[in-house]
């Protein structure tokens, strides 16, 4: 059966059919008020009375599945919704490749599959933590409504995870659910689960490098997960994935528009040289360089998502059926990797170099690869608003290697061309590589908050077209007063 209606008459939207599953239905009860009381305290400062124009799912499918109007943030329906059953879908990949697709938890994968679902859960909520404060400063009222659709989705994903555990993972699962929203963002006694997710976003650049770069990590695992063998993972990671893409546009096109913003000042001003950084700065634009640094920074603290290199669990989570590669269902091979290799780049008598490894093992090194093919797509076009200035300047990611703190190269610095320095060499150098103190006070200078409808900060560009093909002074976000 097909379910692309979804039922929009309980406290939980949902297209589980979670009317007729009492005792799920009744556990989500349960566990709402406290994701409300979570989102009241950790949700965006202020504007939790503030009527924003925000799109909701109201259908799972592809070709119209969102419905755009004005909803408080508290009231947003935050629903349970996965992508229509294939039927007769098999495992694609693993020991039980063409056997049919799990329906229930297999027993022998319980834990490892409960250990992906919250992980995957955990970054959720961090990420919504992490951006608190930013409406404060918001460039404009087009961007504060981009910010707050990203957030009640990663709510909506969180929604999306704990389903899964109340429904299949019973006690457990309940306990997990609960902790879900226990843990903190940053918090030195009760972290979130994943480095990257507890640094902090402390202004908007990093927001955007944090859709563009971080949020595509989650487009990375949610892609391997949709190839699970766990049929109700599969789907949905494949509905998450359709919001997904809004948040990297919002990465993407962010990033593009201070670049185009920063270009125009500087050939409005006659400036040429990208390193005559204090006077773009004078502009109340970010420089190239600067821009360049926080690109080093969200990356580097995003590869470190993926993994070891080397990875046991990842070779069991493959080859056990339970999470697949990045378009596994495009891929042509055996889907099994039992005899294959996969060159993994590792630190080998201190020097960088690729060595082969088993296939199985190196899962997260594979994956890690897709991502930053993907991420160099944007940065490209990046470039091309560069360009197109007659600027001379490229935005490079930095060697995988740089500036690491999980796998091979945790215990080297490198610049980011991956040459490795000493310690020495690093202190001198790492102002040049990361964001400066200097650096920071700057931007966050100019992170003075724009509510007026159709205007825009002064580092940031208006888009090219407005959200539902809003016009350009369309109030986004009707502010309530305090
Ligand atoms: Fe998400
Ligand atoms: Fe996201």
């Known amino acids: ?224 997960l949709a190839q699970s063998g766990f049929d109700p993972l599969s789907r949905t990671c494949r509905f998450m994935l359709t919001e997904e893409a809004h948040h990297m546009f919002v990465g993407e096109t962010g990033v593009t528009r201070i670049i185009q913003r920063t270009c125009e000042a500087m050939k409005e001003a006659g400036i040429s040289d990208p390193n005559e950084i204090d006077k773009v700065r004078k502009l109340g634009v970010i420089d190239l360089p600067t821009i360049q640094k926080k690109a080093n920074m969200h990356f580097s603290l995003t590869l470190d998502l993926f993994g070891n290199e080397i990875s046991t669990n990842a070779a069991n989570a493959f080859h056990s059926g339970l999470k697949g590669r990045y378009r596994e269902d495009r891929l042509k091979d055996d889907h099994q990797l039992e005899g294959g290799t996969y060159p993994v780049l590792r630190l080998i008598d201190g020097k960088i170099q690729n060595e082969d490894s088993p296939a199985l093992s190196a899962l997260n090194m594979r994956l890690r690869d897709d991502y930053v093919v993907d991420c160099n797509v944007g940065v490209g076009r990046w470039n091309k608003v560069i360009a197109e200035h007659g600027i001379p300047f490229e935005i490079k990611l930095p060697h995988v290697a740089f500036h690491r703190h999980i796998g091979e190269f945790t215990n080297i610095k490198a610049d980011v061309g991956g040459n490795v320095l000493s310690d020495a060499e690093w202190a001198k150098r790492r102002g040049e590589f990361l964001p400066s103190d200097g650096d920071k006070d700057f931007i966050e200078s100019l992170m003075q908050p724009q509510m007026e409808p159709g205007k825009f900060a002064s580092w940031i560009a208006p888009p090219r077209v407005g959200i539902d093909n809003k016009p350009g002074d369309f109030e986004y976000v009707k502010i309530a007063d305090a």
């Open 1 to 224: 059966m097909n379910i692309v209606q979804v039922d929009y008459d309980g406290l939980i939207p949902n297209n589980v059919g979670l009317g007729e599953d009492v005792r799920v239905k009744h556990a989500l009860e349960k566990w709402h008020p406290g994701y409300i009381n979570w989102w009241k305290d950790m949700g965006p400062e202020g504007f939790q009375e503030s009527l924003v124009y925000l799109r909701t799912a109201i259908s799972v499918d592809p070709k119209g599945w969102a419905k755009f109007d004005y909803v408080r943030m508290p009231e947003y329906r935050w629903g349970v919704l996965l992508a229509p059953q294939h039927e007769g879908r098999k495992i694609p990949f693993g020991m039980h490749k063409g056997e049919a697709a799990w329906q229930e938890v297999p027993g022998e994968y319980r834990a490892m599959l409960r250990r992906l679902v919250v992980i995957q859960g955990d970054t959720e909520p961090a990420s919504v933590e992490q951006q608190r404060y930013l409406g404060k400063t918001a460039p404009s009222l087009y961007d504060l409504r981009n910010l707050f659709q990203v957030n009640v989705e990663e709510g909506r994903h969180l929604w999306a995870m704990v389903y899964l555990l109340q429904k299949y993972f019973g006690t457990d699962g309940r306990e997990e659910a609960e902790a879900l929203l226990q843990r903190r963002s940053g918090d030195p006694d009760t972290p979130r689960m994943l480095g990257a997710f507890n640094e902090k976003t402390p202004d908007w650049l990093s927001f955007f490098m944090f859709t563009y770069f971080t949020d595509r990590d989650g487009k990375m695992q949610l892609e391997a």
